[in-house]
């Protein structure tokens, strides 16, 4: 697999930032977040579903997003992975995080986070292991497991690298 030119490294990055700040704007307040929990439930499993309505009414909303545009360019996406795009930030939900919380820590890159693992900080450092852990728990597909745990570094799975563009866009 070859590596993108500078410049085309350097607008994904832009991309993915800007819609990163709609997101934090969005998520000053879960009075504004819209899921779509009957279309996510649907395309889950019981015991998924229970995880996902667990997570923040924001947190969903995203997930439900990039899922949506997930589906939009790979309408043919395995069940599995389109389960992974709607809870892939379900580690999140392990800790509440308070808006001042969410907006700052949202700000923080993830390599930054992982140096300094604490509090809320950890939760985001390391949300896709504790959503992984979060779901094997709850019985959920090994494979949805495999791919939350795996969306933010996919170490050469090319389905938990897709979950991480769509994500990263988002």
């Known amino acids: 697999m070859r590596s993108l030119p500078l410049s085309a490294r350097v607008s994904r990055k832009a991309r993915g930032y800007l819609g990163k700040v709609r997101r934090l704007a969005r998520s000053l307040s879960a009075h504004y977040a819209h899921p779509d929990d009957t279309w996510a439930a649907a395309q889950l499993t019981p015991r998924e579903a229970r995880v996902y309505l667990g997570m923040d009414a924001r947190d969903r909303e995203h997930a439900c997003r990039v899922t949506r545009h997930l589906l939009r360019d ?20 392990i800790r509440p995080y308070r808006v001042t919380e969410r907006v700052l820590v949202g700000l923080v890159p993830n390599r930054i986070a992982r140096l300094l693992p604490f509090g809320p900080l950890a939760v985001r450092a390391y949300h ?43």
């Open 74 to 93: 790979h309408p043919d996406a395995a069940p599995e992975v389109v389960a992974a795009a709607l809870l892939h930030d379900c580690g999140k939900s």
């Open 128 to 170: 896709p292991e504790l959503g992984a852990e979060l779901l094997a728990r709850a019985g959920a597909r090994p494979r949805v497991a495999r791919l939350v745990a795996r969306h933010h570094h996919a170490g050469g799975d090319p389905e938990a690298a897709l979950l991480h563009h769509y994500d990263d866009l988002e």
